[in-house]
């Protein structure tokens, strides 16, 4: 099945949104963890976003999936950003 790295982008100005939601969002990637959907997640030190890595049938399939994240359902995402990617070497490798 294909990976998916995933690039999220906050602002500032949704601090405060993802301090409150953030026990669901935890909630949430760690119930697709569990569903062997979710590779690994965490956010940048900076605060300027998060990388996640997804396994998903299809890209379709990961927009879907994406949409339900609580983050993404109170608008706290500024930009979404997925690509296929193809791990050679190390522990996402085939």
């Known amino acids: 099945m294909p990976i998916f ?3 999220y982008t906050y602002s500032d ?3 405060t949104g993802r301090d409150t ?3 669901r969002h935890r909630d949430w990637l ?5 569903a062997e959907q979710l590779l ?22 990961l927009a879907e ?3 339900r994240d609580p983050f993404a359902e109170e608008g706290l995402i500024d930009e ?6 193809q791990p050679v070497l190390g522990a996402f490798s085939d």
């Open 5 to 7: 790295a995933v690039h």
């Open 13 to 15: 100005a949704t601090i």
């Open 21 to 23: 939601h953030r026990p």
């Open 30 to 34: 760690a119930d697709r963890l569990a």
């Open 40 to 61: 690994s997640s965490g956010p940048y030190p900076d605060g300027s976003g998060a990388l996640l890595l997804f396994r998903a049938p299809s890209a379709a399939d």
């Open 65 to 67: 999936l994406l949409r």
């Open 80 to 85: 979404v950003r997925a690509v296929e990617w």
